[in-house]
């Protein structure tokens, strides 16, 4: 399938290491962020969520980390493993009322075993 | 699980041809979305409904109209289809505004 991965940042990193995936969001006022994850020929996939009260979240190995002052997100990978190579997409709801998810131009992970 | 099916993976249509690409949802919820994803660009929401026969555009909807007669299901219909809609579609539904949107597998439209 064609590679939604081109022409996007990329991170490598070597199996078992930590990686962590950045996210500047546009709209001071986005009060829900998602992280998706992408493998090629597939639907993005739900990894984790934070909302706008909180600064940090964790799941199993992922950990979302928000930062409202300078309006940062980030993704951490503990282990990570050659399953995560994807694209990571970050997603931000905007707030007042709005329900539309809108989403930055993604990273390629691409894990070496 | 939620689950978001799109009928079909892969389609190829002829310039002019009326192409419908359909959605279907299983978890009764209210808000459903079609994006159209192309290298360098992320995803473009085309159009989105927040309720049955209700519908609104997104950032690119020229050239795509959309049907929501029964909330599990979202059609997306591209009137006359052109080379340019040759494309990844994305479906995807959320129960709530601060609930995370789920995506179908995608249909990969090759119009020629």
């Known amino acids: 399938g064609e590679n939604v991965g081109l022409h996007l940042p990329t991170l490598s990193v070597q199996e078992g290491d930590n990686s962590i995936i950045n996210c500047a969001y546009s709209?001071?006022?986005?009060?829900?962020f998602i992280w998706y994850k992408q493998e090629s020929g597939k639907g993005p996939q739900f990894i984790i969520d934070?909302?706008?009260?909180?600064d940090k979240r964790q799941g199993q190995r992922v950990t979302v980390l928000l930062n409202k002052t300078v309006k940062h997100l980030s993704l951490q990978i503990a282990a990570t493993q050659p399953g995560d190579s994807a694209v990571y997409f970050c997603?931000?709801?905007?707030?007042?009322?709005?329900?539309?998810?809108?989403f930055g131009r993604g990273t390629s992970l691409i894990v070496h075993p | 699980d939620v689950k978001v099916t799109q009928s079909s993976r892969y389609l190829v249509k002829r310039t002019g041809e009326k192409v419908f690409l359909e959605c279907v949802q299983d978890?009764?919820?209210?808000?459903m979305f079609w994006y159209r994803q192309d290298p360098g660009l992320g995803l473009r929401l085309i159009y989105f409904?927040?309720?049955?026969?209700?519908?609104e555009k997104g950032d690119i909807p020229e050239g795509y109209s959309v049907s929501r007669e029964k909330k599990e299901r979202f059609s997306l219909i591209l009137e006359s289809a052109s080379t340019n809609q040759t494309s990844m579609y994305l479906c995807?539904?959320?129960?709530?505004?601060?609930?995370?949107?789920?995506f179908g597998q995608g249909t990969r439209l090759t119009v020629v």
């Open positions: 934070i909302r706008s009260n909180m």
């Open positions: 997603a931000e709801n905007l707030g007042g009322g709005s329900y539309i998810p809108t």
């Open positions: 409904s927040y309720d049955v026969k209700m519908k």
């Open positions: 709209n001071s006022a986005s009060d829900y």
């Open positions: 995807a539904s959320s129960l709530h505004r601060d609930m995370a949107a789920f």
């Open positions: 978890m009764d919820h209210e808000n």
